[in-house]
């Protein structure tokens, strides 16, 4: 699930709503931060707490075969998309 908000403070007000109200459960682990800003660096002292627990703030994620970059730029999800179908394709052809 990709959930998007403009602060964290909002989307964890909304999320810990939403978990009360459907009995979701979140695992920590696989939870992922991508800050998305267009240009500078994102610096390293920012740290988000979910539940008391550290969450990981990471520059790209793969969700679904799309890359997300902290840059909001899809060139990453486009370079990688193709280079799967060209490899889909070299596999058809060998046969």
Not at 37 to 45: A, L, T
Not at 76 to 87: F, P, W
């Amino acid at each position: 699930m990709v959930l998007l908000s403009l602060t964290f403070d909002t989307f964890c007000r909304w999320y810990g709503n939403f978990c009360k109200q459907s009995s979701w459960i979140t695992n920590i682990d696989k939870t992922k931060v991508v800050i998305f800003k267009k240009g500078g660096r994102i610096p390293n002292d920012i740290e988000f707490l979910y539940d008391g627990k550290r969450v990981d703030v990471v520059n790209k994620f793969n969700y679904l075969v799309v890359v997300f970059s902290s840059g909001g730029s899809f060139s990453i999800a486009q370079s990688t998309i193709s280079g799967q179908a060209l490899k889909a394709i070299f596999k058809m052809n060998t046969y």
